[in-house]
C-alpha cells in the first residue's frame, strides 16, 4: 500500500533537537491522523485533522504540534522531546464525507530520542 | 466509551494450521470493526472491515471475520496459515457516525508460525 507515505522512517534526535516528521496522502482523503504506537500499549490517537481544520487533540503535550498545510500533507513538529517519546508514529487518512470511512495507514516513523 | 479487547497476546499455530483471533468490543450502537495487520517494521493494513449486512466477512490474504453481536464478538479467521502470516493483528472499533470517525484499537495478538 503506497497511498500513504512517510518520511523519514528512523528518526534518532536528542532531547534539546528540532525535528519534523511528514506524511501525504495520494488517496484524495480529506481527513488525516497521527498515532503513536509505544511497546505493549494500544495505538494511542493523538490528532485528527477534517479539511485542514484541527479536530481533535487528545491531550497531547505541547512539544507535539501538528501542521496540516493542506489536505494531502499532515506534519508533527518535535520539540524538547523525552526518551519515553521513543516509538512508531503512525498517519493515517480517511474521506470524511461517508459513514463507512476506513482509516489507511503509512508505514511509521520509529523515532528514538536520547 | 467503545473499547476492544483481544484475550490473546502471542499466539503460535503451525505452518498449514487453522487460525482464530479473538476480538471482543463494548460499544453502545452498532460498531464498525475492522481487523488491521502490522508486520515488523511496518504500518497497518487494512485486513478486512464489517459495517453492516453479511456478517461473515471475507477479507484479503484468505482471512474472513464473523461479526457475533449477542457474543459482542469479531473473531478473525484463516483455514491455513502460511509462514508469512506472522505478524502482529489489530482489532479495532469505529463509532457509525457521519464524520469524524475515531477507531479504538485492542492492545494486539502476536501471531508466530513454526514450520
Known amino acids: 500500500e503506497t497511498g500513504v507515505t512517510q518520511t523519514p522512517r528512523h528518526l534518532v534526535m536528542g532531547m534539546t533537537n528540532k525535528k519534523s516528521l511528514k506524511c501525504e496522502q495520494h488517496l484524495g482523503h480529506n481527513a488525516m491522523y497521527w498515532y503513536k504506537q509505544s511497546a505493549k500499549k494500544p495505538l494511542e490517537l493523538m490528532f485528527v485533522?477534517?479539511?485542514?481544520?484541527?479536530?481533535e487533540n487528545n491531550s497531547v503535550p505541547s512539544r507535539f504540534s501538528p501542521e496540516c498545510p493542506n489536505s494531502s500533507h499532515l506534519f508533527l513538529h518535535l520539540h524538547t522531546l523525552q526518551p519515553e517519546d521513543s516509538a512508531l508514529y503512525l498517519c493515517?487518512?480517511?474521506?470524511?464525507?461517508?459513514?463507512?470511512?476506513?482509516?489507511?495507514f503509512g508505514p511509521g516513523t520509529r523515532l528514538t530520542v536520547l | 466509551a467503545q473499547s476492544v479487547t483481544q484475550p490473546d497476546i502471542h499466539i503460535t499455530v503451525s505452518e498449514g494450521a487453522s487460525l482464530e483471533l479473538r476480538c471482543n468490543y463494548s460499544y453502545g450502537a452498532t460498531p464498525y470493526l475492522f481487523w488491521y495487520v502490522q508486520s515488523p517494521g511496518q504500518g497497518l493494513q487494512l485486513l478486512l472491515k464489517?459495517?453492516?449486512?453479511?456478517?461473515l466477512v471475507q477479507g484479503i490474504k484468505g482471512f474472513e471475520a464473523e461479526f457475533k453481536r449477542s457474543q459482542s464478538s469479531f473473531n478473525l479467521r484463516k483455514p491455513s496459515v502460511h509462514w508469512s502470516d506472522a505478524a502482529e493483528y489489530f482489532c479495532?472499533?469505529?463509532?457509525?457516525?457521519?464524520?469524524?470517525?475515531?477507531?479504538?484499537f485492542g492492545t494486539g495478538t502476536r501471531l508466530t508460525i513454526i514450520p
Open positions: 485533522y477534517n479539511f485542514k481544520e484541527q479536530t
Open positions: 493515517a487518512s480517511s474521506q470524511e464525507d461517508r459513514d463507512t470511512d476506513t482509516q489507511y
Open positions: 464489517y459495517f453492516s449486512g453479511d456478517t
Open positions: 479495532a472499533v469505529g463509532r457509525s457516525n457521519f464524520g469524524n470517525e475515531k477507531l479504538t
